[in-house]
């Protein structure tokens, strides 16, 4: 199970690092949103896996979860929404400032304008 869960963690990892090098503003926000779900996964793991331990502690449970970790993904997730939110109406308004959706602003090679050509 540990494994598996590893995975998903690098896999999320991955996406989100490869979208957030795209060009494009919305592959970048998806990518952010990918990194913050990994980062939320590696957190909550950190509390250790396990399914038969308490959640909360009782006088009677000698196996028990960290709620700590918990927290910090509750935290967190509410943290990421807000961000991915700012970013988004970022993108929305450099949209509609510059006229496209490239990260620098520029437009690509294959876009631009091709040289005119002098009459003689």
């Known amino acids: ?16 690092i490869f979208l957030t090098l795209r060009g494009r ?4 926000v998806i990518g ?3 990194l913050s779900y990994a980062v939320n996964l ?3 793991a950190s509390g250790r896996l396990g399914g038969k331990d308490a959640a909360v502690l009782q006088d009677s449970a000698t196996l028990y ?4 970790p918990q927290a910090l993904v509750l935290t967190a997730i509410v943290i990421g929404f807000a961000m991915t939110a700012f970013t988004v ?5 450099a ?4 006229g496209n959706d490239h990260v620098d602003g520029r437009l690509p090679v294959a876009n631009e304008e091709s040289p005119k050509k002098e009459k003689n």
């Open 1 to 16: 199970m540990e494994m598996v869960y590893a995975l998903c963690v690098g896999v999320l990892t991955t996406c989100g």
């Open 32 to 34: 952010l949103t990918l």
């Open 95 to 98: 949209r509609a400032d510059l």
């Open 25 to 28: 503003t919305f592959p970048v």
């Open 42 to 44: 590696f957190l909550f």
């Open 65 to 68: 979860a960290d709620p700590l």
């Open 89 to 93: 109406i970022l993108a929305m308004r």
